[in-house]
């Protein structure tokens, strides 16, 4: 069948996440495939705004799919939210014969992909960040890697905790959930796991440290998530009321490098081609999805509009397994 559009774009938005190279890849590959052309926008939106658009074939996406980070770079662009920069980004569309985009990032970027589209450009929207906190898919791109990289350095403070007998604080990124702060914690074995969606207090932690020394348990790790405490002021505390030796480690930024696990290309390169697919049979405003290992599209606003619930009974199995 004919591709409904004969020009497409592809940009990365938001905070970067490993795996979107894998993406862009796809998405340039599986369009000129169907002799659809080309076009990358770098920065995101404020490329789009100034016109920061290359040609891209399918050797400009050579040797990208194992690396962090993302080749189109990303950037946040506050004029993109005014009338007058939505404006400039159309105009550039138009100027550049882009018919269809295909925006890589978060929440914020499905959003400005809604109004886009609303204007005429087709978009689809990938899920590209490691907080895996978007609704419309069980996982995003980088999530993965995100909690592998966090499970990697994890073990290596295990060690030294367990040498010492200590106690270890671990602050991993997640503002607002606590999806890599819990998967992390099931496969380091952390005694507590402190979340943004549950409610619990130091005592709860200094509890459960205590429960596990009266078991003959000597070293602990503690996972916080960003949104919900900070590893310093948790360690101090834990250590004042427990007499463990607790040390703090924040992760920060090591979480969002690195290169993109199996997992994540193999799932970013899904999402790229099947983007592509919805654009050349004429799609617009929708956001690419897994649930059940199968791909799935929805409407941007409805897929804005879904709450994502917190595995309520992982966290429970966490805490049980966890003595
Ligand atoms: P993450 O938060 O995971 O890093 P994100 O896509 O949610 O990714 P944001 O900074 O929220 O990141 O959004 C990226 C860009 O999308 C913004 O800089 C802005 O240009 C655009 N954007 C955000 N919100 C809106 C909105 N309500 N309307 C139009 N555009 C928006």
Redesign the pocket.
Known sequence: MESKVKKIGVLT???DAPGMNAAIRAVVRAARSKGIEVVGVHR??AGLIKGDIVDMDVRDVSNILQSGGTSLLS????E??TEEGMQMAIDNCHKFGIEGLVVI????????AG?LSSRGIHCIGLPG?I?NDISSTDYTIGFDTCVNCVVDMVDRIRDTMRSHERCSVVEVMGRNAGYIALHAGIATGAAFVMVPEVDSSVEDVIAKIEEGRALGKYNFIVIVAEGVGHAEELSKKIQDATGVVTRATILGHVQRGGSPTARDRVLASRFGAYAVDLLAAGKSNRVVGVRNDKLVDYDIQEALAMKKEFPMELYNMSDIISI
Do not use: E, L, Q, V
């Not at 950037?75 to 506050?78: D, E, H, V």
């Open positions: 938005s938001g905070g995101g939106y950037a946040r662009s506050k993109f939210c990032g978060g929440d914020g970027s499905y959003r400005g109004d960040t907080d």
